[in-house]
């Protein structure tokens, strides 16, 4: 049976004889359903529409895997590589075997992780290309699993999934809102990957934090405290967002301190 793909949010489902009634991750307020209704796809289909793996080599050690056209919201996945392993980190909507063949080229999966429920993909997908890899999703967001598998495996506040990388949890957009922490990123000043727990914005030299972007709910104050509190620790030049073009490439700890507190000026009255 097909393991069927929303188009709208690109999260691939449990496999069914007939597509989901719904797709309940695009049913919530942070996404939507389009007005033309629900619509789905199989990876078959989508290969068979001429989609095709865009990879492109975006720093030392980090590798940028999208897809040409591009399926549901139109994130691109990072390929972070260390010495002790490497992470994919927040999945698109799509595989092919050249995307498969460029990371096994560049040393294959030591775990899978994502920002958020958006960004889930096809990332049972990956995990069976790579010997059933392991897919760390965080706990508070267990119930958006679309396709359960058994190599999920859930975890809470932070993890370690191979040395110099750190998955920290800080809520926000969604309970279970993470960001990757890369040491060696950025020639070894640290580099923060993103996806949309807080989006980089278009002049890209701020971030920004909403509870749903397409529908244009905003966060509480205190909770962008809490999310740039979350991360202070943890010291980083570069910023990653989700999409090719969303890149904070320097002063980025700056960059979010500047932009929380941008944020909390103009939800709490502004000047």
């Not at 191979?162 to 920290?168: D, M």
Request: proline residues 6%; glycine residues 12%.
């Amino acid at each position: 049976m097909p393991a069927y793909i929303c188009r709208t949010c690109g999260v691939q489902h449990a496999s069914s004889v007939e597509p989901p009634a719904q797709c309940a991750i695009c049913q919530d307020e942070r996404q939507y359903v389009p007005p033309q209704g629900q619509r789905w796809a199989t990876l078959d289909e989508l290969q068979a529409e001429g989609r095709r793996a865009d990879v492109r080599e975006l720093e030392p050690g980090l590798t940028g895997i999208g897809a040409e056209p591009s399926i549901g919201i139109g994130q691109r996945a990072l390929l972070v590589r260390t010495a002790a392993g490497n992470v994919l980190w927040d999945c698109l909507g799509f595989i092919d075997d050249a995307a498969v063949a460029a990371v096994k080229d560049r040393g294959g999966l030591a775990g899978i992780a994502m920002s958020h429920p958006h960004f889930y993909g096809v990332c049972v997908e990956w995990s069976q290309a790579f010997g059933h890899a392991p897919i760390f999703i965080p706990e508070a967001d267990r119930r958006w699993v679309m396709r359960p598998d058994p190599a999920v495996s859930h975890w809470r506040q932070t993890l370690t999934p191979v040395a110099g990388l750190t998955l920290i949890q800080c809520g926000g957009h969604f309970e279970g809102s993470a960001v990757l922490h890369w040491s060696g990123g950025a020639e070894g000043r640290g580099a923060l990957l993103t996806g949309d727990t807080m989006t980089v914005v278009a002049d890209r030299r701020f971030v920004s934090f909403m509870r749903s972007y397409p529908n244009e709910i905003p966060l509480s104050a205190a909770t962008v405290k809490r999310i740039a509190a979350t991360v202070r620790p943890y010291p980083f030049d570069r910023v990653y967002g989700g999409w090719w073009d969303r890149v904070i490439s320097r002063d980025g700890t700056a960059a979010v301190e500047r932009s929380a507190g941008r944020y909390v000026r103009w939800i709490e009255g502004g000047i």
